[in-house]
């Protein structure tokens, strides 16, 4: 609330400089163009004077000139009116105080940009829907266990990678953009519940989710894939049950060099998810 206020004062002040130019142009109108000239220059020394000096010296400045300028104006013998001496002293400290106060206020908004950068950085490395680390992570993730498993000297680490896919997620997202930030929700509820607390959850974007499993025994793999299938076989969309693509890859040293990052590794586990695909629809016409 403080800060609505405080954004509508600001704005308050803009819209004060902009109503005192245009009366400060207007008054200049008023008198021959030698003198708007004269009334112009002034405006645009004290505007460029209050956005590029430092505000202690615009303040000596403000000061210095006025007594100068009162001197020569005021009581000096010059050969005009009074208004237009008036309309000449006042034009650059006005527009000046006005630039320097404009410049402090707005100097405040910063911390706009500095949260834009901010909220640009937790989006890259966590997804807001689904609460799972990104691909970004994921990848920084895969790279360093790869390190450790080609620098074992005993070759006994390794690491399964796993991918699961929405079926028909980018219609679902397309046609339903609630149901489908619903149902990854819910996916990744029965991921977090369901799988070990030692594997990696990820969320690769385009209702694809990714699991990396340390040191797993084959036995124990199994057992969680078939504990997460049907969990999410209990899962419904607008009264259907969503349909999976499953991939997977066991990752160890002989392998390794064969998938040195994690896109390698996907493009692998992509063909493993439409075999799988595939072989559902054959079960479920059966």
Known sequence: MKQRHALEFDLFILFLMGTLIAVMMWWAGLYSVNASTAILVMMILGMATGLLIPSILVTWLIIGLTTIGCAILLFGYVVMPFSLKLALLLAFPICASFDVISRHRLARWLWIDRDRQAVESYVEHYDPVTKLLTKYNAAKRYAKEIKFIKDDPQGNLSMYV????????????????????????????????????????????????????YNFSREAYDYQNHLTRD?????????????????????????????????????????????????EYLKEDD
Not at 173 to 183: C, G, I, K, P, V
């Open 162 to 213: 796993t991918a699961i896919h929405l079926a028909h997620g980018n219609q679902l997202r397309q046609f339903h953009a609630h149901e489908y930030d619903r149902t990854v929700k819910e996916i990744a509820a029965v991921l977090k519940k369901y799988r070990r607390p030692s594997e990696a959850l990820f969320y690769m974007g385009n209702a694809t989710f990714l699991i990396i499993s």
């Open 231 to 279: 969990h999410l076989a209990d899962l419904k969309i607008m009264g259907s049950t969503p349909q999976f693509k499953w991939g997977a890859k066991r990752v160890d040293r002989k392998s390794a060099a064969a998938f040195p990052e994690l896109h390698d590794v996907m493009r692998h586990i992509g063909r493993d998810m439409e075999t799988d695909l595939v072989v």
